[in-house]
């Protein structure tokens, strides 16, 4: 008899911080970091994004860091994201 090993795709605690966040009531001046899988629907939305947030919403600047498809996203790289942005927008399909 063969055995099955389920798999479940949900993380094992969800993070939970008592830091109070700032609100963002504007993206004038914002700088906003795009984090993204690439799948092409989320690349082209990246693609939008980086083009109207600046120019309608007067967002300093945009940036995009890529991300693992099938992988978890090493705190490392969304402390870098973090660190060099005002907000971010996450863009994971699947």
Same mark, same amino acid.
């Given at each position: !008899?063969?055995?099955? @090993? *389920?798999?479940?795709?949900?993380? #094992?605690?969800?993070?939970? /911080?008592?830091?109070?966040?700032? @609100?963002? /009531?504007?993206? =004038? %001046?914002?700088? $906003? %970091?795009?984090?993204?899988?690439?799948?092409?629907?989320?690349?082209? !939305? #990246?693609?939008?994004?980086?083009?109207?947030?600046?120019?309608?919403?007067?967002?300093?600047?945009?940036? @995009?860091?890529?991300? =693992?498809?099938?992988?978890?996203?090493?705190?490392? $790289?969304? =402390?870098?994201? +973090? %660190? @060099?942005? #005002? +907000?971010?927008?996450? %863009? *994971?399909?699947?």
């Amino acid at each position: !008899m063969e055995t099955v @090993k *389920i798999m479940n795709p949900v993380a #094992d605690q969800p993070l939970v /911080t008592e830091e109070i966040l700032n @609100k963002i /009531t504007s993206l =004038d %001046g914002v700088v $906003v %970091g795009l984090i993204s899988n690439e799948w092409r629907c989320i690349s082209i !939305m #990246d693609e939008h994004l980086a083009e109207v947030l600046p120019a309608r919403y007067n967002a300093a600047d945009t940036f @995009k860091t890529p991300v =693992d498809v099938v992988a978890v996203t090493p705190p490392e $790289v969304l =402390d870098g994201v +973090a %660190g @060099k942005s #005002d +907000a971010s927008v996450v %863009g *994971i399909a699947h």
